[in-house]
């Protein structure tokens, strides 16, 4: 089906009179509006990607990522795959954060083994100047459909999320250039011309709302905001620079969709000392990098906000008695019989990761989870 726009939508229950309907496995969307839930769910930043031996054998037979995320059969194709494998409880859109800057003509290209390239990175005056929000239903078609497409093909097993790159972090990137280990050229301008990094950020913050509200219209059933170059500013300069904008996203999002809330997650790698400033941006929920102890953030926010996370993604790298241990510590830190966690890695799943301790630590998540919270119920009812 496509909208007056001509963009594909999801086959929504609409005609069945079930459209307030979340998922048969809704435990993920409860669990970030802090609602109880049998389980604890897990999805993984990264779910799908080259940890899997049949994402680099298709990668390779198309011949590049860009090509998978462009096309949304594809793109389609790879975010199942992970739960082909294991009974994660959610999806993420298969796509990349760069999409945006790469929509507003600075040339994007995934150099083997060197990451994301820009051609044109953002160095002068008269290009911040020009900079415009792309039109997610033109040349960044191929995202919502994408997200269509693979709503449709979840046919309500689990939830999709949509996301994007906060604005100081897709800044980041469109200023330097690529991936960048000292920040020289963006913080050489937030410095000298913060006029120019507010014109940026003015912008990308624009263009990330257009694009999220997209994915929401066509299916996206939660959205996720990542800030992960967040944490290389200073308390200031993230009060200037980072926190207004993602607030400024987080406003003007759709807030419901057929009648269910959609909910939003932020995540600020590096943000620990903030968590009071960012939860109160308004989002459902904060995913956490592995730095922050669940417990101290719940004392924090928790009252306010859900936590996702926080399991160092590099635990996936121990034998899989490790890492079910290390998963109960995660659970424990939280306090176990709580709601309000939705398990995840403090930061996206390693390519060398072996598939199976990823099996391994759903398992474990779901089975640990599940025994705590049985026991909670049946005090209860004592
Ligand atoms: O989580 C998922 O499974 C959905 C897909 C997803 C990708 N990128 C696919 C991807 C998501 C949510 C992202 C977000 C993203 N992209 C972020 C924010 C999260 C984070 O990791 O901090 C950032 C900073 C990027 C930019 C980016 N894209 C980098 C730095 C790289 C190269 C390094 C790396 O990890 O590969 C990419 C490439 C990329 N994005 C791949 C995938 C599957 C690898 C592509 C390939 O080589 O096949």
Redesign the pocket.
């Known amino acids: 089906m496509r909208d007056e726009r001509g963009a594909l939508r999801p086959e929504t229950n609409e005609a069945s009179g079930t459209s307030a309907v979340r998922s048969s496995n809704d435990a993920f969307l409860r669990a970030l509006f802090r609602e109880e839930t049998a389980h604890t769910p897990i999805w993984?930043?990264?779910?799908?990607?080259?940890y899997l031996p049949e994402?680099?054998a298709l990668?390779e037979r198309v011949g590049?990522?860009a090509r998978?995320?462009k096309n949304p059969a594809l793109a389609c194709e790879?975010?199942l795959m992970?739960l082909a494998r294991f009974p994660l409880d959610a999806a993420?859109?298969?796509?990349?954060?760069?999409t945006i800057p790469d929509a507003m003509g600075l040339g994007l290209s995934?150099v083997?083994n060197e990451?994301?390239k820009f051609e044109r990175p953002l160095r002068d005056e008269r290009a911040i100047r020009k900079l415009f929000v792309p039109d997610p239903f033109d040349r960044l078609r191929y995202l919502p459909d994408a997200v269509s497409v693979t709503r449709h093909a979840l046919a309500g097993s689990v939830p999709l999320i949509g996301?994007s790159?906060s604005p100081f972090?897709l800044a980041c990137?469109m200023v330097e250039g690529?991936?960048s280990k000292d920040y020289r050229f963006v913080k050489t301008m937030l410095y000298d011309r913060p006029d120019l990094m507010h014109r940026i950020l003015d912008v990308a913050a624009d263009a990330a709302l257009v694009c999220l509200n997209a994915q929401i219209e066509s299916g996206a059933q939660a959205v996720?905001v990542?800030d992960?170059?967040g944490g290389v500013l200073s308390t200031a300069a993230f009060r200037e620079f980072s926190l207004p904008y993602t607030r400024r996203i987080l406003e003007g999002l759709i807030a419901e969709k057929d009648g269910t809330r959609i909910p939003s997650i932020v995540?600020t790698?590096g943000g620990g000392a903030w968590l009071e400033s960012i939860a109160a941006t308004g989002c459902a929920s904060l995913a956490l990098d592995w730095m922050t102890e669940l417990g101290e953030a719940r004392r924090r926010v928790g009252a306010r906000v859900s936590l996702q996370g926080n399991l160092d993604p590099q635990v996936l790298f121990a034998a899989p008695e490790r890492i079910a241990a290390e998963a109960e510590k995660v659970i424990d830190a939280y306090g176990a019989d709580a709601t309000g966690l939705v398990f995840n890695l403090g930061?996206?799943?390693s390519?060398f990761t072996p598939p199976e301790h990823v099996g391994a630590l759903v398992e474990a998540v779901h089975r640990y989870s599940r025994k705590l919270k049985s026991t909670k119920k049946s005090r209860l009812r004592r």
Do not use: N, W
Request: glycine fraction near 12%.
């Open positions: 993984l930043m990264r779910q799908a990607g080259r994402y680099r990668r590049s990522f998978l995320y790879v975010a992970p993420i859109v298969f796509s990349d954060i760069l995934f083997e990451g994301p996301f790159g972090t990137y690529g991936v996720m990542f992960s170059c995540f790698k930061h996206g799943v390519q």
